[in-house]
């Protein structure tokens, strides 16, 4: 092992509500129209480019023909490719409500988060392109919910996986 970075992935837990298809509500593309619109438009697409043109390769399509997304190596930039490739309007450069957030609410557990537990990490910090992880002291990180655009970076970097998200539907009256 190469660094003290490297020995800590070793012990990453897998991304269980990413990979878990049976969730309410799954974190979908920013840009995205309500659940229910969504999933009765998207099914429709032929193409499936919204994943194809995503410049983190983070749009996964799911059994279902919907497509998610998956952190586990990388997060979203808000580069706008998916919603421009589009052509049902599912994901659409017009839904303000998610082209500045996505879906979620990201949580740090205190259990299992290093830093909380006495060790020196910034991991999550680092890659947060919105400043939204703080630092209340050099062992307390919190997530400002204000700032945070559940981009995902912060998921991948974790080396204990002490970061993890809640789903949130989005309904047509927020849209």
């Known amino acids: 092992m190469s ?3 490297d020995f800590l992935t070793a012990f990453k837990k897998p991304l269980n509500k990413i990979a878990d298809e049976k969730n309410e509500a799954s974190l979908r593309p920013p840009y995205a129209k309500c659940e229910e619109e969504f999933i009765s ?10 994943a194809s043109v995503c ?5 996964v399509i799911r059994a279902d023909g919907t497509p998610i997304l998956n ?12 919603a421009k ?10 839904n303000t409500l998610t082209s500045q957030n996505i879906n979620a609410k990201f949580v740090i557990s205190t ?3 290093v830093a909380h537990n006495g060790v020196v990490c910034f991991s999550c910090k680092e890659p947060c392109i919105d400043d939204a992880i703080l630092f209340n002291g050099l062992f307390n990180p919190v997530i400002d919910t204000k ?16 970061i993890d998200y809640v789903s949130l539907p989005i309904k047509k009256e927020q849209i």
């Not at 438009?41 to 919204?50: E, H, M, N, R």
């Not at 410049?55 to 749009?59: A, F, L, Q, Y």
């Not at 490739?85 to 017009?94: I, N, W």
């Open 3 to 5: 660094s003290r970075r």
């Open 41 to 50: 438009l998207c099914v429709k697409c032929g193409d499936k480019s919204c």
């Open 55 to 59: 410049e983190e390769k983070i749009i």
């Open 71 to 82: 952190f586990n190596k990388s997060g979203c930039t808000f580069c706008q490719e998916c």
């Open 85 to 94: 490739k589009c052509d049902l309007g599912v994901l659409s450069l017009e």
């Open 111 to 113: 259990k299992d988060c």
């Open 147 to 162: 700032l945070c655009t559940a981009c995902g970076f912060c998921l991948s970097r974790c080396p204990s996986k002490a």
